[in-house]
């Protein structure tokens, strides 16, 4: 035998009741039909009680309308006719009798509201009984036994399972029972408490010791989390009661929470299905499950709308008997503590409270505490408003280690402040108290990182969309699927600008469209705007990408680390700012646990800084650093012939997407420099710009002036370079502009080498670097390739990207 039971949604209209009767005719097994009102009725019979209790006659609104609800239900089942109208019509004027008597007295008292409150299950049991052919109809007040606890009684269960046992005990067939509703021994109407048809079922499948109860309602069974919130959650297959017990306290709405008692108790299983899609799996409830070990945590709940109540004072520590008087002054007062959270100095102790009851809350203890605040010993109650728990649950926690360090990490690497948190002994759940404005992308960050997210998302923010930017832009649309398909990454871009318009979306913009929307936005580039609208969204996972050549942009990263957003950039500027600035940079970024990544700073995609660092970190000491660090220098020098001279060369750097914005930054060995500090201070040398030498091969006056000037005045110097390089192919050597650092000093210049020199034979715009270390001593290391190119420096910052998802 089986337990079926069925939500208000499912018995809510005439076609959703045709499913209810495929799905008990579906089941090969005798079996109990327990329903809920149509959806929605309780509430208005509840509200018209409300109504009559002001002494006037207006719950007729209400009363029209429940009368509707179940004339259109029978209606259409029915044809409008058969005994159930006479049925249903009797329990009508039953209600609008007893509701004007409501009236009459002015007066609404519980036991008169349990009179009425279960009319609806009343009515919708015969509805159901009668739609499904064969089945019976049996009125659960007649076995379910309660106290007098009107509004929320309790199950007298001796007598109950007793009366239950009996009645079904040569049941065979389909049998339909109202939930929610009892009677006490006096023969009144109580009920069970709101979402008491989950109970109802529960107490009839534990008394006859079926073979399973299933809750059909309108969701797939419980998710992994508020799929309003995280797009991603779904449905866990497989839940113990325990679990399914904590999720359920912690606003999983898919269970009423005492439904479990009864059913654990006899370790019934409970299978939540949903009535529309009748296909799916749904959540499976058990004594113990057979999921994942590799999952720790099956599910996360939030309650939003709470208030946490600190009581605290120097003179509450080690005084006993301060909890019990705390709890007992809100129990008094009917306040459900939702969270405790006390430190061991003893010092405070706060509460978790529904925010409705904060006042009633806060002057039930002022008035315990009176005398103690009155002498100092408690010297403040404070009162934090819009907060929300969040909770993870799940029995692999226990003698787990390393989940609430992963937890906590993740949440404060995002910038996440935890107001207070409470772990029970028993390891089943971690619950913890932020600030509402913040609940959304802490669910995003704990259901991503404990693998609860299928996919891990990445919230680019981009700056720059130029030669960089643009390539990085059609890379990533290009490998965007194969990543979220091979490696379950997601990247999103959900911000965008150029140097006059900026554009944000929260879902990510369509890539292939995305230069479109920027240039139709009508949201003018602004460079703090872009910040306060990066920091405004809040996102979990957010990483800033500069793709400009700006002292301003670089300028910014202080305040978006420091807001726990990552930064990748391929500009220069910061990490050969002031070592000072550098180093804070660093700093935030490790406080903050947010990557700062600038891998493309040198050698473009080529992986430079990510190998000295290796080197550094695992122990080996850089002795000496020699390179050729600028793709267009090496270009130039590569290029320039009797045809090509030096001018045009430099044209033709910038065409191909070497050059810096403003090549001057090239020609002047500026960008050298500052590649060659920043190799330096990634090798742990504290190098300041000031300290490196810089031997130009272009004479400073065509730096003055306007870009316009220089690009008409550097023509003059094509025939003085011509004359030398000819000289030199005549000698059978090369130009190569080289960069030194050892011994605490670094200087940059050009040289001249012969074809015996590494840096002889290296062709186009590429880079080499050798690395002269301990370990790598006779025999340096040397890494050579491209070194500048708008296609290997946007993969460079691709990858870096998907460093900062570390996946
Ligand atoms: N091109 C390369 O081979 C290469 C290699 C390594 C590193 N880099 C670095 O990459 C960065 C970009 O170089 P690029 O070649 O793409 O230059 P680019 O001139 O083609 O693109 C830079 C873009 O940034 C935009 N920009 C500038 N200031 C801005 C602001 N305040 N707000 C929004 N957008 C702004 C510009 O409008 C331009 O579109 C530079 O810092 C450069 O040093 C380039
Ligand atoms: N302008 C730079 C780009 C790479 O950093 C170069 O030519 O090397």
Redesign the pocket.
């Given at each position: 035998m089986k337990v079926l039971k069925f939500g208000g949604t499912s018995v809510g209209s005439a076609k959703n009741i045709q499913k209810v009767r495929e799905i008990v005719q579906s089941q090969n097994d005798n079996v109990i039909v327990v329903v809920s009102a149509l959806g929605g009725v309780t509430d208005l019979i509840l509200e018209a009680a409300q109504v009559a209790a002001t002494g006037t006659d207006d719950f007729g609104n209400y009363l029209k309308e429940i009368k509707q609800r179940h004339s259109t239900v029978v209606s259409e089942l029915f044809n409008g006719s058969g005994p159930i109208t006479y049925i249903a019509d009797e329990l009508l004027d039953e209600l609008e009798q007893i509701l004007t008597g409501i009236t009459l007295v002015g007066e609404l008292t519980p036991k008169t509201l349990d009179r009425i409150a279960g009319i609806g299950e009343r009515i919708s049991s015969h509805v159901v009984a009668q739609y499904i052919p064969g089945a019976i109809r049996e009125d659960a007040a007649e076995f379910i036994k309660t106290n007098s606890n009107f509004g929320k009684a309790a199950v007298d269960f001796d007598e109950t399972d007793q009366l239950i046992k009996a009645k079904f005990k040569d049941f065979s067939g389909v049998a339909v029972v109202p939930g929610f509703i009892a009677k006490n021994s006096r023969n009144e109407f109580t009920t069970l408490g709101r979402g008491g048809s989950d109970y109802t079922s529960a107490i009839i499948a534990a008394a006859l010791e079926v073979e399973a109860l299933e809750i059909w309602t309108d969701v797939d069974g419980f998710m992994t989390a508020d799929p309003r919130v995280i797009s991603k959650a779904y449905t866990i297959p497989e839940l113990t009661y325990s679990e399914a017990m904590e999720l359920s306290h912690f606003g999983a709405k898919v269970i009423y929470p005492p439904t479990i008692l009864p059913v654990y108790q006899k370790g019934i299983p409970v299978h939540i299905k949903n009535t529309f899609k009748p296909e799916n799996e749904g959540t499976l409830i058990l004594s113990s499950t057979s999921d994942r070990k590799d999952r720790p945590i099956k599910g996360i709940s939030s309650i939003s709308r709470i208030a946490l109540l600190t009581l605290q004072g120097i003179g509450m520590v080690g005084v006993t008997g301060i909890s019990m008087r705390l709890f007992t002054a809100l129990a008094k007062m009917n306040v459900n503590v939702i969270l405790i959270s006390q430190a061991s100095s003893e010092n405070s102790i706060s509460v978790a409270v529904d925010e409705h009851a904060v006042n009633l809350a806060e002057s039930a203890i002022r008035a315990e505490f009176e005398k103690e605040i009155a002498s100092g010993q408690v010297s403040k109650i404070a009162i934090e408003n819009d907060l929300s728990i969040v909770a993870i649950v799940g029995e692999n926690m226990k003698h787990t280690t390393g989940i609430a360090g992963k937890l906590f990490s993740t949440i404060g690497r995002n910038g996440i402040n935890i107001i207070a948190i409470a772990q029970g002994a028993s390891e089943l759940n971690i619950s913890w108290v932020v600030k509402t404005s913040e609940l959304r992308k802490t669910l995003n960050v704990v259901h991503e990182s404990f693998f609860l997210s299928e996919n891990v998302e990445l919230n680019v923010f981009l700056?720059?969309?130029?030669?960089?930017?643009?390539n990085l832009l059609q890379q990533i649309q290009k490998q965007q699927q194969k990543l979220l398909d091979e490696k379950h990454l997601k990247i999103k871009l959900t911000g965008i600008?150029?140097?006059k318009k900026m554009i944000f979306r929260r879902e990510g913009f369509d890539i292939a469209n995305v230069k479109e929307t920027l240039q139709a936005s009508e949201m003018k580039?602004s460079?703090q705007g872009f910040v306060e609208a990066m920091k405004a969204m809040n996102i979990y996972n957010s990483v800033f990408v500069?793709?400009?050549?700006?002292d301003?942009?670089a300028s910014l990263y202080k305040e978006i680390l420091q807001s726990n957003i990552a930064v990748v950039t391929?500009?220069?500027?910061a990490a050969s700012s002031a070592y000072e600035n550098y180093t804070a940079l660093k700093n935030i970024a490790k406080q903050k646990g947010v990557k700062f990544l600038f891998e493309?700073?040198v050698g473009?995609g080529l992986p430079i800084i990510n190998t000295l660092n290796d080197l550094v970190y695992s122990g080996d000491r850089i002795l000496k650093i020699e390179a050729v660090l600028s793709?267009t220098l090496n270009f130039i020098f590569n290029t320039i012939s009797a045809e090509t001279p030096l001018s045009k060369t430099i044209q033709m750097a910038k065409e191909q997407?070497?050059?810096?914005?403003d090549p001057r930054v090239d020609l002047s060995g500026v960008?050298v420099a500052r590649k060659i500090l920043i190799l330096a201070r990634e090798a742990g040398y504290p190098l300041e710009m000031e300290d490196i030498t810089i031997e130009r091969f272009v004479p400073a006056s065509f730096f003055d002036g306007s870009l316009d000037d220089f690009w008409k005045n550097i023509p003059a110097l094509d025939d003085e370079f011509e004359t030398k390089r000819k000289k030199l192919e005549e000698e059978n050597k090369k130009w190569r502009f080289v960069a030194r650092y050892e011994n605490g000093k670094a200087q940059i210049g050009l040289q001249v080498v012969d074809s015996k020199h590494p840096f002889y034979d290296l062709e186009g715009s590429n880079n080499l670097v050798m690395y002269t270390t301990e370990r790598y001593n006779e025999f340096p290391m040397l890494i050579k390739g491209y070194g500048?190119?708008?296609s290997?420096?946007a993969a460079?910052v691709f990858a870096d990207l998907i460093k900062v998802s570390n996946i």
């Open positions: 700056m720059g969309i130029g030669t960089v930017g643009g600008a150029n140097t580039s460079l500069d793709c400009t050549a700006s301003e942009v391929a500009n220069k500027v493309t700073n473009a793709g997407g070497f050059s810096e914005p960008d500048a190119g708008a290997v420096t460079g």
